[in-house]
């Protein structure tokens, strides 16, 4: 029974380390599909930033993604950079946008980016896929969001 608390206890802590350490925009390094290096430096400044990760291979992406094609004009119109974080290969970040997703891959605040080694999960403490973080334009955490229900519900949380 001592060690369960011990458990409990030191997951409450981590969980409380983890959301204060995603306030501002961590540093992080991950890659373009062309392979180019891609970090916190490249972020487009003046709009919103949202982040989401995902496994092409998982079943809750594939139904998030297809609703967040459906909302694509939605998207075009907005005042934030989407940039889709895969666990996936190049081969399958590609086909499942292909397959998935085609309108979203069209839009240019969108940004198809690759975790090649799993970095960018262990930063952000990716819990449940997919994994979405949004952050305003000073690069300030607006809210996370878990799960595939969650995970298009930033639409609502965009400034006006």
């Keep these: 029974m001592k060690y369960c608390f011990l458990f409990l206890a030191l997951l409450t802590v981590q969980a409380s380390f983890s959301q204060s350490e995603l306030e501002t925009l961590p540093e992080f390094n991950i890659f373009t599909l062309e392979g180019e290096s891609f970090n916190q430096d490249d972020i487009k400044t003046g709009s919103s930033s949202y982040f989401i990760?995902?496994?092409p291979s998982c079943g809750h992406c594939v139904r998030?993604?297809?609703v967040l094609n459906l909302?694509?004009?939605?998207l075009k119109n907005a005042d934030v950079q989407i940039y889709?974080?895969?666990a996936g290969t190049d081969y399958q970040t590609l086909t499942f946008f292909e397959e998935?997703?085609?309108?979203l891959k069209t839009l240019d605040n969108l940004h198809i980016l690759k975790d090649r080694d799993y970095a960018f999960a262990d930063i952000f403490f990716v819990g449940l896929f997919p994994s979405g973080y949004l952050y305003d334009e000073e690069n300030k955490?607006?809210?996370t969001y878990e799960g595939e229900a969650e995970a298009v519900l930033f639409l609502n949380d965009l400034p006006e």
């Design 84 to 86: 889709t974080v895969s």
């Design 100 to 103: 998935i997703a085609p309108r």
């Design 64 to 66: 998030a993604f297809k």
């Design 53 to 55: 990760y995902y496994d």
């Design 141 to 143: 955490l607006v809210k």
């Design 71 to 74: 909302k694509s004009e939605q």
